[in-house]
């Protein structure tokens, strides 16, 4: 019998922070980050799923991710890989 490997999903912590986002078209706004994990986030806002984004956290800095889902005003970003 073999073992099952499979990755947990990380710790969500939920905040309220104010940040930026940048989408695929280059146009920055203004978002609410209302969950955050080592690996993403949620924002508001409606974005295409698939989209390259760069979010901006206070005090942690500019990430680069994807959006995983979108639905009702709300976005989840999947961070990049740091190397």
């Known amino acids: 019998m073999h073992a099952l490997h499979f990755k947990l999903r990380d710790e969500r912590h939920p ?34 799923i698939g989209e390259a984004v760069a979010v901006t956290l206070p005090g942690l800095g500019t ?5 995983r889902w979108s639905l009702l005003g709300k976005s989840g970003v999947r961070f990049e890989a740091q190397a």
């Open 15 to 48: 905040v309220a922070l104010d940040g930026r986002v940048t989408g695929s078209d280059g146009h920055e706004r203004p978002t609410q980050i209302d969950d955050l994990t080592i690996d993403g986030c949620r924002i508001t806002g409606d974005f295409l």
């Open 63 to 67: 990430h680069r991710g994807k959006i």
